[in-house]
């Protein structure tokens, strides 16, 4: 009795575990077969391709990649140097009686929905951006924007936690030489945590090329490529967000699908780097 | 300038910059915050807990629908992913180890976590609202489950991980089978840490929106059946911020205040358990 429930649990735990593997390959397979009309038909068309029709079934994604390329950018370009000052404030500077309340406030920030910070971003920032930048404020930098508020907390804290993990001894030998703060920080910390920080910030730009609802409200879905950043664009998450319930023949679907399984190959990617380059078994996010 | 005063003098200069970002950083968040509690409360009344959506213009419209829509969704996800993430979890813990199998488990389910969520929302739509033919609930708890389930099964693995072998080994030296020693004293020792894991991982879906667009889309009304297309806040918000109507703008405000205090309430206990444990 007791062996049979022994390898009954074992089984059923070890089929439930190989299931997850068998998911996420299931999920590939399935947008590929998705994907299969559109790329047949379209071929390398589809990447490079700049005009993006449903009316006449032209379908270039070229205006949605370059529209996540630059919207992550634009993100990465204003969060990183935030995060970097955040963790060292959290870290090395702020004092213990703040460290634990404001820590644990940038945590709660990074688990309020996205969705919460592009209705803030359509409502409060868009006119902001209007009167500052003009255009009429739906635009591709102030999806940048939003976006790197977005991901400004998990940055930070993954940030924080990467220079955490630098020991105090080592720290405390080069204040006994006579380090100031800066020395210890640029010669002892970012040195030691250098590859905690790196794998931080790809892992917080893996999220941000795929975040969907922080970035549909203000970018405005127009596919056309434009370099002037005040002017509405797209990419890939919002075309999907705005167009999926509106797909009516098989060509337009199918280049949806296609477009899925290009941000979650470029996500797989990007967060494979983050985890087993740079972050390894430290787990630290 | 002599050398240590340029030191100092950097010193200084950087230390101030790292504090002016934080507080540049704190104080964005803040905004987003106060903007969004200014506005929730304002709109909160009874009538959002007691009525459905109603057209624009009618001043009795509620979110009775979402919320509804939103404990059905979330529910039947966690009902599901909960079992099957904390079984997964428990194989790669005490009968995987560290073997090649549960360690590429481990990696997968780690990069899961951050996947894009509207690919997910792709997939489902692909798996089933094409082949049934219309959206339904229980598609979009289907996508929700899929998005906890690698949250679930990796604390629930770090989490049995953290009790000592030598309770094992105590329980086994009574002739306890494997099954009942993780039954009965590995979960035990393990139960703060996966309540926490199973609350961050509801919060976590919760506030998903991408994967519902088109999977369990929306309803203006009260709809328990899951079979049919069902409201959620995540997508009521979405649609009613959109709207041109200020009535809908203000409920959405309702449920963006309503979805987050929830989420941010699951996080704060999840992390009393954690610190409670610590304690200990």
């Not at chain 1, 204040?175 to 210890?184: N, P």
């Not at chain 1, 969907?212 to 405005?220: I, K, R």
């Amino acid at each position: 009795m007791n062996n049979l429930a022994d390898k009954l649990f074992s089984n059923i735990s070890k089929l439930v575990a190989i299931s997850v593997l068998l998911l996420v390959a299931w999920i590939f397979t399935t947008l590929v077969q998705n994907s299969m009309e559109s790329i047949k038909a379209l071929g390398f068309d589809f990447i490079l391709g700049n005009k993006w029709a449903p009316n006449i079934e032209k379908f270039g994604a070229l205006p949605a990649i370059y529209g996540s390329v630059i919207s992550t950018f634009i993100a990465m370009m204003l969060a990183v140097p935030v995060a970097i000052g955040v963790a060292i404030f959290l870290s090395e500077l702020a004092p213990a009686k703040l460290k634990t309340p404001v820590g644990v406030s940038i945590e709660l920030l990074a688990a309020i929905p996205s969705v919460v910070y592009g209705m803030w971003g359509l409502f409060y920032f868009v006119p902001i951006v209007r009167d500052i930048f003009g255009g009429v404020g739906i635009s591709m930098l102030t999806a940048g924007m939003v976006l790197s508020i977005m991901i400004l907390p998990f940055m930070a804290a993954v940030t924080r936690d990467a220079m955490n993990t630098t020991p105090d001894i080592l720290k405390e030998s080069a204040y006994a030489l006579g380090g100031t703060k800066w020395d210890v920080i640029k010669d002892i910390v970012i040195p030691y945590a250098k590859a905690g920080i790196i794998g931080s910030f790809i892992l917080a730009l893996g999220r941000a090329i795929g975040e969907t609802m922080a970035v549909t409200f203000v970018m405005g879905n127009v596919h056309k490529i434009s370099f002037d950043l005040t002017k509405a664009a797209t990419s890939i998450p919002v075309t999907l967000a705005n167009e999926f319930n509106e797909a009516d023949s098989g060509i337009y679907y199918s280049s949806l699908f296609e477009l899925s399984l290009l941000l979650l190959v470029v996500s797989f990617t990007i967060i494979s780097i983050a985890k087993f380059y740079f972050l390894r078994r430290k787990r630290i996010a | 300038m002599t050398h240590t005063q340029k030191r100092v003098f950097i010193n200084n200069a950087v230390m101030v910059l790292s504090t002016l970002s934080a507080l540049v950083g704190m104080g964005f968040l803040l905004w987003i915050l106060s903007v969004l509690v200014i506005n929730g409360v304002e709109a909160l009344n009874l009538n959002i807990f007691l009525n459905e959506g109603a057209p624009s213009g009618n001043p009795d419209g509620g979110l009775k629908h979402a919320l509804i829509g939103q404990l059905y969704l979330v529910g039947a996800a966690t009902f599901i992913g909960v079992p099957l993430g904390i079984l997964a979890g428990t194989y790669l813990s005490e009968y995987g180890q560290k073997s090649k199998l549960s360690e590429t488990i481990r990696d997968i389910s780690d990069i899961m976590m951050s996947a894009p969520s509207i690919v997910i929302g792709a997939f489902v739509y692909a798996i089933v609202v094409h082949p049934m033919g219309h959206f339904s609930g229980w598609a979009g708890s289907i996508a929700l489950t899929i998005i906890m389930l690698p949250i679930i099964l990796r604390t629930t693995d770090d989490m049995l991980q953290l009790v000592p072998s030598t309770l094992r080994e105590a329980a086994f030296a009574l002739g306890a089978p494997k099954y009942k020693v993780i039954t009965q004293v590995v979960y035990r020792g393990a139960k703060a840490g996966i309540l926490t894991g199973v609350l961050l991982g509801v919060a976590r879906v919760a506030g998903e929106t991408a994967p519902l667009l088109f999977t369990s889309f929306n309803d203006n009304f009260l709809n328990t059946d899951m079979i049919k297309p069902m409201a959620s806040l995540t997508v009521t918000m979405y649609n009613y911020a959109t709207s041109p109507y200020e009535d809908w703008q203000r409920l959405g405000w309702a449920a963006a205040f309503i979805l987050s205090m929830f989420i941010l309430i699951l996080n704060i206990i999840g992390r009393l358990f954690l610190l409670k444990k610590k304690g200990r």
